[in-house]
């Protein structure tokens, strides 16, 4: 018998979550989708709310340290196009915690342009910064762009997901995105 983890029940969270959303989302449910007793879940999270709360943390942390873990690019618009491509592969984290965001709103602080959560567009600021540090973009307003850019490309993993594109499907999309984006940087 393999011994359940936290981890376990809180990727099998995610998998549910992203699929299903908050409405249809309960501990039991999970169980049975991890196939586990419900009761060994509570005996990890006290309550559905602190589960996903946990879940979403979990997720959060995951694209962190799988972003850190990118290599680095040579030019601004190859680093572009490489976290265009890891939003797509890291999509059921990413639907994971924008439909969290969504469900949750009000546990979120508003900030003056929105609720967006932390750090939810760093990785896009990352590219932006880098790409007027190296000349190749023209950018106003770094947070703004990014929070844009971000919400864009979130667009369409909320459209796609859970489909999973063919590789020639994924390229033609990451290519069309990333002409479009780096014609609108690019602009003097």
């Known amino acids: 018998m393999t011994k359940i983890t936290t981890d376990d029940i809180l990727k099998g969270a995610v998998n549910l979550y992203a699929n299903s959303g908050f409405e249809n989302f309960s501990i039991r449910k999970l169980g049975s989708h991890i196939n586990i007793s419900h009761s060994v879940i509570y005996h990890y999270y006290e309550n559905e709310s602190k ?21 680095q690019p040579k030019d601004a618009v190859q680093m572009l196009q490489e976290r265009i491509v890891f939003q797509i592969d890291n999509s059921e984290l990413i639907v994971a915690v924008l439909k969290y965001y969504l469900s949750h709103r009000p546990d979120f602080e508003q900030h003056s342009d929105g609720f967006i959560p932390d750090k939810s567009t760093l990785h896009i600021e990352e590219v932006l910064e880098y790409g007027v540090s190296t000349g190749q973009f023209v950018v106003k307003n770094i947070q703004d762009d990014a929070k844009i850019i971000a919400h864009s490309i979130n667009g369409f993993l909320l459209e796609y997901y859970p489909y999973t594109p063919t590789l020639q499907e994924k390229e033609e999309l990451v290519t069309k995105i990333t002409n479009f984006l780096v014609r609108a940087l690019s602009a003097k």
Do not use: I, Q, V
């Open 51 to 71: 589960l996903l709360k946990a879940m979403f943390e979990y997720a959060s942390r995951e694209l962190g340290r799988k972003r850190r873990d990118l290599p």
